[in-house]
């Protein structure tokens, strides 16, 4: 069965940059999506961006983050990161990363990692 293990999280100021890291395991499939989301109280979970084992062109970022955030992927470790600047107090939440196997999109995930928190404050 497939794990995501997320790190990273913090505290950080308002303009500053963060990277988060999702480690996965137990792919039995070369293809696979891997995305990035984000909850914070009160509000429901957004898609932020999205990529796949097909490589780093093609990536998929919501409107809320493009031009700040990048997502980037290692296939061969496993491992997608979410380099996240110019970050804004909006930004907190807990962030999660989620697979879909057998894919090269994001669409319906079928794992999910226990999340990550991203607190942005001065």
């Known amino acids: 069965e497939v794990q995501l293990v997320e790190s990273g999280g913090g505290l950080v100021q308002p303009g500053g940059s963060l990277r988060l890291s999702c480690s996965a395991s137990?792919?039995?499939?070369?293809?696979?999506?891997i995305g990035w989301y984000r909850q914070a109280p009160g509000k429901q979970r957004e898609g932020l961006a999205c990529v796949s084992s097909r490589g780093n062109s093609g990536a998929y970022y919501s409107d809320s983050v493009k031009g700040r955030f990048t997502i980037s992927i290692d296939d061969a470790k496993k491992t997608v990161f979410l380099q996240m600047n110019s970050l804004k107090p909006e930004d907190t939440a807990t962030y999660y990363c989620a697979s879909e196997v057998d894919s090269y999109v994001c669409s319906t995930m079928d794992y999910w990692g226990k999340g990550t928190l991203v607190i942005v404050s001065s």
């Open positions: 137990g792919f039995t499939s070369a293809a696979y999506a």
